[in-house]
């Protein structure tokens, strides 16, 4: 089975940083992989696929790149609205997840 | 695009328990359909997915042979059936959409969520 690892577990970050998540795949996997926000006793919200695809909706601060192994989700300029939870996906198995707190 | 979730609740170990997930707003014969659940204080954990038309369907190793997952095109509707369920299966389960037709392994991605609900197994 594929594994995904996540870093960091937690990242402190003020309104305006520029933040980056990374996942790393124990296998190559293409392309496939997806980025959710988690907020608190909320349901997951779909920002990122095919690595690289912005959902729709989605404010363009998001974005996602990497292929192979190494992903990454980068916030451009953090808002007080992306305080929350991330986690990559990569067919049925998630990442750790990151909480992403106000520093 | 709408999944509301309804069942779930206490539930004694070694009891069964049916989650349901009745959705609206898109094509659903078309979509496949996962579970996912989340642990109190945990991470995601994918738990169950059914292709569009039924012929496929996928469990994590956990849940192998104690869950089903099923669907039924004409009501909208896709379901969890949960037997000889364990403390370790206390978690709020969500059903979520599939982009495509789902079971498709690396390809499948979860565009939207229901509310979730909590299932709590507990003597």
């Known amino acids: 089975d594929i594994q995904m690892t996540q870093s960091p577990f937690t990242l402190s970050a003020s309104v305006g940083d520029r933040v980056t998540i990374t996942c790393r795949a124990s296998?190559?996997?293409?392309?496939?992989l997806a980025w959710y926000q988690q907020k608190p006793g909320k349901a997951p919200k779909l920002l990122i696929y095919?690595?690289?695809t912005l959902e729709s909706g989605v404010p363009p601060r998001f974005s996602g790149s990497g292929s192979g192994t190494e992903f990454t989700l980068t916030i451009s300029s953090l808002q007080p609205d992306d305080f929350a939870t991330y986690y990559c996906?990569?067919?049925?198995?998630f990442g750790q997840g990151t909480k992403v707190e106000i520093k | 695009v709408q999944l509301v979730q309804s069942g779930g609740g206490v539930v004694q170990p070694g009891r069964s328990l049916r989650l349901s997930c009745a959705a609206s707003?898109?094509?659903?014969?078309?979509?496949?359909m996962h579970w996912v659940r989340q642990a109190p204080g945990k991470g995601l954990e994918w738990v169950a997915v059914?292709?569009?038309?039924?012929?496929?369907?996928y469990y994590v190793d956990s849940v192998k042979g104690r869950f089903t997952i099923s669907r039924d095109n004409s009501r909208n509707s896709v379901y969890l059936q949960m037997n000889g369920l364990t403390i370790d299966d206390t978690a709020v389960y969500y059903c979520?959409?599939?982009?495509?037709?789902?079971?498709?392994?690396?390809?499948?991605?979860?565009?939207?969520w229901g509310q979730g609900t909590l299932v709590t197994v507990s003597s």
């Open positions: 979520a959409r599939d982009k495509g037709v789902g079971a498709s392994g690396g390809e499948d991605t979860f565009d939207y």
């Open positions: 095919d690595a690289s």
């Open positions: 707003g898109f094509t659903f014969r078309t979509s496949g």
């Open positions: 296998q190559t996997i293409n392309s496939w």
């Open positions: 059914i292709s569009h038309d039924a012929k496929s369907q």
């Open positions: 996906q990569q067919a049925y198995t």
